[in-house]
């Protein structure tokens, strides 16, 4: 997998966009549940 990093800011909500070229690198669809979690001063999420 290439080295990806982009930026993208919480709204009002609390909701965080993740965009389409991440989503389809990951096979991330609508219905996937994400899981975070902290390591060290790391969130990681995971499907």
Same mark, same amino acid.
């Given at each position: 997998?290439?080295? *990806? &990093?982009? !930026? =993208?800011?919480?709204? %009002?909500? &609390? =909701? @965080?966009?993740?965009? @389409?070229?991440?989503?389809?690198?990951?096979?991330?669809? %609508? &219905? *996937? !549940?994400?899981?975070?979690? @902290? %390591?060290? %001063?790391? *969130?990681?999420?995971? *499907?």
């Amino acid at each position: 997998m290439k080295n *990806t &990093g982009v !930026a =993208r800011k919480v709204d %009002e909500l &609390g =909701r @965080v966009v993740i965009p @389409v070229e991440l989503r389809r690198t990951l096979g991330i669809v %609508e &219905g *996937t !549940a994400l899981d975070f979690h @902290v %390591e060290g %001063e790391n *969130t990681c999420p995971s *499907t």
